[in-house]
């Protein structure tokens, strides 16, 4: 008998990766904030789950954590406008994952804990950066799971997203943009799901592991591609320097054996 896995969070990410989960044998279940959705969850193959962090679980939240896995992949917001609401919901996760029998968890977190300093960075070069859209460190997010004595979480940090609706270029069209040859960090959602499913099978619980595909193309061909694909305008780039960093995902490839399906961003920006 397979694991049971509890998907927190079925968009983007979660809703493909129970898909593909429940066709590969596992017992899943899946969560979702909007009642509506949970009839696609159903038709996925799912147990459907209405589970709400208002910072604290709505729903039930003990039969969803009643799970050998949980995946958490929920993105931050300011939620009640209070400070720190996303760590807030996090520790109120935890709260309720200790009155549970989950004792591996997938923490999907981000690149953006390292410093833009111009440099390559590996996974030891984390440090505590707050957003300043969501008020939130994901050091800190990470941390509350990794150094739980009784909890073994892999964390991955994923770059930015490509694949399905997600067009990066959308969110530049028409606007100046420095840095035009700095490189970027980007991932195709079908190498996330990927990576995902090899942690599983391969049992490789309390780790971290950067991933970012092979290349790194610039600012200016990925977002103008990206902005023709879409028929959009593309960026107005500006002679201004712009910090960036360099993802390097060696550990990632090494413990997992992983090849990226797509290798270069620009190529998957069309798939």
Not at 190 to 219: M, W, Y
Not at 230 to 241: E, L, N, T, V
Request: glycine content about 8%; hydrophobic content about 35%.
């Amino acid at each position: 008998m397979k694991e049971t896995i509890s998907i927190l969070g079925c968009g983007w990410l979660g809703m493909p990766l129970g898909e593909r989960l429940v066709n590969d044998g596992y017992p899943v279940n899946g969560s979702t904030t909007r009642e509506e959705k949970q009839e696609a969850i159903s038709s996925a193959g799912m147990d459907p789950y209405i589970i709400g962090l208002s910072p604290e679980p709505k729903g039930d939240i003990q039969s969803f954590l009643d799970t050998d896995i949980l995946f958490i992949n929920i993105p931050p917001s300011k939620g009640d406008g209070q400070p720190s609401f996303y760590l807030r919901q996090m520790q109120e996760l935890l709260k309720n994952i200790e009155q549970s029998r989950v004792k591996k968890i997938i923490l999907i977190s981000a690149t953006s804990v390292y410093p833009q300093n111009n440099d390559e960075v590996t996974e030891e070069d984390a440090v505590r950066i707050e957003s300043p859209f969501s008020d939130t460190a994901w050091l800190d997010i990470e941390e509350l799971f990794t150094q739980h004595d009784d909890l073994k979480t892999t964390v991955l940090r994923f770059s930015g997203l490509i694949g399905g609706e997600y067009q990066p270029g959308r969110y530049f069209s028409g606007k100046e943009l420095g840095g035009a040859d700095d490189p970027v960090n980007m991932i195709h959602r079908e190498d996330c799901l990927q990576i995902i499913e090899q942690i599983i099978v391969k049992n490789l619980f309390g780790e971290v592991f950067n991933a970012s595909a092979d290349e790194h193309p610039t600012r200016r061909q990925l977002y103008t591609r990206s902005c023709e694909i879409m028929g959009i305008a593309p960026p107005i780039f500006i002679d201004k320097p712009m910090p960036y960093r360099l993802v390097n995902c060696d550990k990632l490839k090494k413990a997992l054996n992983y090849q990226f399906v797509y290798p270069d961003p620009l190529e998957a920006l069309n798939v």
